[in-house]
């Protein structure tokens, strides 16, 4: 039995999609190993957005062939796809698969045989149209379900587009099928997962359903207690999308929505299909429907173009805006962009300056939201994360909870009451017998 490790770059959906991959191997036979158990076969899953994605794919592929020397090495993923002749070229990879070959590995590698050339199976992204379904089981406290896939959208600085293709999805019904199929395992929580989730429902390259019928049919799924959006486009998230999840029994009041810059300038030169007006009203309707609702938003900084008043006016419209956290990114030039070809560049000190306001300025926020909810309850799925004598949770709400360690919390769902904030940042419930069983 050939033994095969696998390691993952990137994003929740690149982490879904190993998983898939892991069990297509384990349904033939191959047996699923730790990366320094001496695996036969290395699969290393790459993104394109990570910093230095070269370096760190190079870094790996070193430590697995220190590990097993005669070992069969295959890159997959979104930076697979970019640069495929680059990643033949470092030392030790047998075989490049792009995104429309990864999910035929094990059919296109005939036996993991050794050759002298390196393998490069990688398509023109075009050529990347059918939908791969996956979810991660890694966790039994939560699933990361791929529900879509690619993007249509084009924002200047991003090269999804080019790694994943265009924009497709799961049908409703197959997603149930999926959905069903979590609901009788031990998972408690649902992350649907995809690049441009809100555009969901493009089949064959036509429009044959929506996101909104999506949410509206995996809440009857029963079996499954929590339903999170990983992220949605803004102007894709329709007051039907929040009035539902407002009434839902499973949707969770967590919304991460991508903002990328509060400067109606900037937004235009980055090509997204909003302005800043449109994210106030869509937090506010938010904030209406429900009040405890968490809102992290996506921030990038250094945009070209971006002057010291631009950034502020990103960082007023922020500070003022009722969201929870932020993500922030320091923009970096990435080949085959068009702000790659962007004048009035933004120099690195100053980018990095931004970065540490804007995470300032989410580490407040995040603060005061923790700060607004205590005294309440909430239910908290409890999670296998255990340091210190602490088990650590998140609410419904997206707040990180520390309760005194018990073994019978872990992978459980409990209604508690949020006491104080402790040094680690994180909220501490009231002692252990105050928690209670979900009714
Ligand atoms: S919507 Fe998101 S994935 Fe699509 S091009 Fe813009 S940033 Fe990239």
Do not use: W
Not at 302 to 326: A, R
């Amino acid at each position: 039995m050939k033994k095969v490790a696998f390691y993952t770059l990137g994003c929740k959906l690149n982490f879904s999609e190993t998983s898939t991959i892991s069990r297509q191997f384990e349904e033939k036979g191959f047996e699923k190993v730790d990366f320094q158990d001496t695996p036969d076969i290395f699969i290393i899953n790459t993104c394109s957005v990570t910093e230095n994605a070269d370096k760190k794919c190079k870094k790996i592929v070193k430590e697995a062939k220190k590990i097993s020397p005669n070992s069969y090495v295959a890159i997959i993923g979104c930076y697979a796809q970019l640069k495929p002749r680059e990643i033949s070229e470092i030392s030790g990879v047998d075989a490049v698969l792009g995104a429309a070959e990864k999910f035929r590995l094990i059919e296109l590698l005939d036996d993991f045989a050794k050759e002298q050339e390196v393998k490069v199976l990688a398509s023109e992204i075009q050529e990347a149209t059918a939908f791969n379904n996956a979810y991660s089981i890694n966790d039994r406290t939560r699933t990361f379900l791929k529900v879509q896939d690619g993007c249509n959208y084009g924002c200047a600085f991003c090269t999804i587009p080019l790694a994943r293709g265009k924009s497709r999805s799961n049908t409703v019904s197959s997603v149930l099928e999926a959905a069903r199929e979590i609901a009788n395992t031990e998972v408690k929580e649902v992350v649907l997962t995809g690049v441009n989730i809100g555009d969901f429902g493009i089949v064959d390259g036509k429009r044959q359903e929506k996101f909104v019928d999506l949410v509206k049919a995996i809440d009857e799924v029963e079996g499954i207690d929590r339903i999170r959006i990983s992220s949605i486009e803004p102007n894709l998230l329709t007051n039907e999308i929040i009035s539902f999840c407002g009434e839902s029994k499973r949707f969770v009041p967590h919304f991460h929505v991508p903002l990328q810059s509060g400067s109606n300038t900037i937004l235009r030169k980055m090509g997204r299909r909003y302005l800043r007006e449109l994210y106030e009203d869509r937090v506010s309707k938010i904030k209406t429907l429900m009040p405890q609702a968490c809102i992290g938003v996506d921030v990038i900084v250094g945009f070209p173009g971006e002057t010291d008043e631009l950034f502020l006016e990103t960082y007023n419209f922020l500070n003022e805006l009722d969201i929870s956290y932020l993500h922030v990114f320091t923009y970096s030039e990435r080949a085959n962009t068009r702000a790659a070809e962007m004048k009035e560049v933004v120099p690195m000190k100053m980018r990095s300056e931004r970065s540490k306001m804007l995470r300032i300025l989410s580490e407040k926020k995040r603060r005061k939201f923790y700060e607004e909810n205590l005294g309440q309850t909430f239910t908290v799925l409890f999670e296998d994360d255990v340091q210190d004598g602490k088990i650590h949770g998140f609410t419904e709400n997206y707040i990180r909870v520390a309760a005194k360690y018990d073994p019978m919390l872990v992978n459980e769902l409990k209604l508690v009451t949020l006491d104080h904030i402790n040094e680690q940042g994180n909220v501490e419930v009231l002692e252990p017998e105050f928690v209670y069983e979900k009714h």
